[in-house]
């Protein structure tokens, strides 16, 4: 293998890291900051576009997915009996403070 060939495989490997990467973290991402990214990458627009478009539907998914985990769980609580667990373990203290203002003459 020659030094031309190295040079593009080091290339090739280079850019296809920056992909991979730029695929994982896209889920956390804000689309411009997605499209940012892509932006540098030296690759051609459909694959760009795509990249985005995988960008905002994995982020999509993840918070799909997280938002039905949650309401599964939530489902599940037996907020009365939560309720009854936390007012027997704990003692429960309200402190308030209240102030009077003599009102101005000029207010009425």
Not at 5 to 28: C, H, I, P, Q
Not at 61 to 71: M, T
Not at 85 to 92: F, L, Q, R
């Amino acid at each position: 293998m020659n030094e031309e060939e190295k040079d593009e495989r080091k290339l090739l490997s280079n850019v296809l890291k920056k992909v991979l990467s730029t695929g994982m973290t896209a889920a956390f991402l804000t689309e411009d900051a997605v499209k940012n990214i892509v932006a540098d990458l030296p690759v051609p627009k459909d694959i760009a576009q795509g990249l985005l478009q995988n960008a905002k539907n994995s982020k999509d998914e993840f918070i799909s997915g997280v938002k039905n985990e949650l309401k599964t769980y939530l489902d599940k609580v037996d907020l009365t009996k939560e309720i009854d667990k936390v007012i027997e373990k704990y003692d429960i203290e309200i402190t308030a403070k209240i102030n009077l203002k003599k009102k101005d003459k000029s207010d009425k």
